[in-house]
């Protein structure tokens, strides 16, 4: 993990480049009838070829001659049986503790609109609700209003001031916002007013801490202004808060690793987790193809890149199993292209599992597969969950990917004499 | 590990004798040509027949009429990725938490050379440099003088005296030396002398704390006073020291185990290794032939050994993929002997990975081998990085070797009611 002590004088910069793709929701489980995960159904050449003994690519002078192989295993991104969010799956990759940097609801909704955060600031998420008139919730998401009536109403409450504070309030979609407060001292330590039942008053907020006390006034003061700004309406005339949370102090991935990162992800809550950790985040296109577009272009750039891929998580949550194999299909196709760039240390892996037929992010171990020229090559066949779990590198936490991927790439020292 | 609270209530003395083989540096990697590792090339029958189901050996009467057997598995040092140094590498075997017990370079040079060193001994590593009339550096290492030259520098840099502590000056080899030393309250946070380029001055030992203040004067007064004793001299007429370093506070092995445990190593840091930890270190020879005849000889005189291999390792660090494999058979030789003694559990382990592939000590999983009658026994029919990888034990932090060879020797009880 990051958290190891004299970690940055074992890591040295060198001019060889490592490529992280983090396959989102990766891992998936076996279908009732075939038997066959999602992995194993999916037509994925290049993959299996990674996977293979014979795999190619990595044409760096470094490697001329030397064939790269591949060492394989499976992941855990938090603790065996726990199905991680993104932050953490994420942060578990980079090599942050992710029970350490947990990031709550608030600041992840903040980062998934690509709203820019600082250490410190307190972030909610937000919906717009409709009340009777005692003040009683009778539809606590606003008959789902689209974005084009919630819009202006979240432009409403942007004019909002609060003495001591900076109040920021940004769409999402539909009935959903989030609240950002920027100022001294803010505590996150403050309890949610949506009670997630209708017939019910709104709940005050309320400070779970001394230290909280005045974030939980400021956030009080917001509620009324909200109440008073919407009390002409008859439906979203009343906002919620939950999920009350605060950046993290984060360590910068570059400096503890003697990196120059650079990040290339179609959505933004990823560029977002990237930006935290203090990656250099490239503008880019919303499929797989124009996100490898911007790493060729940007490839002298940056010794590091994170590479993301999302439609393989998205058909996983919603239990489509024939469109998460051609998520994957697709994605093989991309890492063909992948394999023809001149990365030193290319790592597939998953910020979990998204197993179709779940419908949910789930426990499940995660395949890994590191390519260099130093890996002993374990001679698996294909890259699947089954293949993979019996892989060289074994079962390994999430936190250790990169700490494999710097040995791989020849930047790190001896660890003590 | 063993910072595992109440283990000293669960370990349980028996006559029953564990044997710790540590071979230095024993996993590799694949030759670039035949795709096969060192281990996979040498041709280490006995090491074979340990890791094959049908296992011979082990012949105390408890074993009567049960055929030994074994289970393998791949350790992990210090954390995936992490190319561990021989301090870390051994600790972690010996159940120490490499992290936390983690020993400077000047501590490890003392142990290199057989010097004794208590908790809270300051040491570090030494040059003799040849500087200019205006104190620039010529040559950071004095030309390499040859030993027969330094010694007698180094006997006249112990004549330095420094009120309120006790130095010594040890030497090394060529124009390295060791300085120790021994007071009250010293503090190893202090600034390196030796600026890694000629041309400058060396640079002042400063304290990096306000712990280290006084440690730093002494510093300074032996680095003032050793220029004043060198000042003559053409070349070598100067000292420069890095790595200053502290012994840390490091719990009894034997203790925390209910071991009597006994050290076989033919080489310095190892001995000093297993000294600081409590192990008896009994005196042997060179070679391995010699390590077992020391072992044999004291059979009876403990309930635990480390018996230490040291040519694997040269071999890889040289990059000479021949050699190595030679070292490996040689080792297999000495096995058979070993197969031939009564110890019931024989553990086959390396404190780090050293291919030659790389000349480097490096992050692969280490392959391991414990022979016990209760181990399962997972049929890999040789004793290689792969076979190991899907032993039973699979891949395991190399910190709980030693929780499994107390377990296969009868000596731990229940872990709780």
Redesign the interface.
């Known amino acids: 993990?990051i958290d190891?002590?004299?970690l940055a004088d074992?890591c040295r910069p060198t001019d060889s480049k490592i490529v992280l793709l983090v396959v989102d929701g990766l891992g998936g489980a076996p279908h009732p009838e075939t038997k066959r995960s999602e992995l194993e159904t999916a037509r994925i050449p290049n993959l299996d070829r990674l996977a293979s003994?014979s795999a190619a690519g990595g044409k760096t002078p470094a490697l001329a001659?030397?064939?790269p192989?591949n060492a394989a295993g499976a992941t855990t991104p938090v603790m065996h049986g726990i199905p991680p969010g993104s932050g953490p799956g994420h942060m578990a990759l980079f090599g942050y503790d992710p029970v350490k940097y947990l990031m709550g609801r608030g600041v992840l909704e903040a980062l998934g609109i690509d709203v820019e955060l600082g250490p410190g600031d307190l972030a909610a998420r937000g919906n717009l609700c409709t009340v009777d008139n005692d003040n009683n919730i009778v539809d606590r998401r606003a008959g789902r209003i689209p974005t084009s009536e919630s819009a202006p109403l979240v432009d409403m409450l942007n004019g909002i001031d609060i003495s001591g504070v900076d109040v920021k309030v940004y769409p999402v979609q539909d009935y959903r916002f989030v609240l950002v407060m920027h100022g001294e001292g803010l505590d996150d330590r403050i309890s949610e007013t949506d009670p997630q039942m209708v017939g019910v008053m709104p709940l005050e907020a309320k400070a779970l801490d001394e230290a909280s006390e005045e974030a939980a006034a400021h956030v009080r003061t917001f509620v009324t202004a909200a109440a008073e700004v919407l009390r002409e309406r008859e439906n979203a005339n009343m906002a919620m808060l939950r999920g009350f949370s605060l950046l993290p102090e984060l360590p910068d991935f570059g400096e503890r690793y003697s990196l120059n990162p650079g990040a290339v992800a179609a959505y933004p809550m990823y560029r977002g987790l990237a930006k935290v950790v203090g990656m250099n985040v490239i503008p880019t296109g919303m499929t797989f193809e124009d996100e490898l577009d911007t790493l060729e272009e940007h490839f002298d750039e940056h010794d590091f890149f994170f590479l993301h891929y999302k439609p393989a998580d998205a058909a996983g949550e919603d239990g489509d199993f024939a469109a998460k194999v051609q998520a994957l299909e697709a994605l093989d196709a991309g890492v063909g292209r992948l394999m023809e760039m001149d990365q030193d240390v290319l790592v597939v892996a998953g910020d979990h599992s998204t197993p179709a037929i779940l419908g949910a992010h789930s426990w499940h171990p995660v395949p890994l597969l590191v390519q260099s020229k130093?890996?002993?090559?374990?001679?698996i066949e294909e890259f699947t969950e089954r293949a993979c779990s019996?892989g060289?590198?074994?079962?390994?936490?999430a936190t250790?990917?990169?700490?494999?991927?710097?040995?791989?790439a020849g930047k790190?020292?001896?660890?003590?004499?």
């Open positions: 993990m190891l002590p004299f074992i003994r001659g030397k064939k192989r130093w890996t002993a090559g374990e001679g019996v060289s590198l074994g079962s390994l936490p250790e990917v990169m700490m494999l991927a710097m040995a791989h790190l020292l001896k660890y003590g004499p």
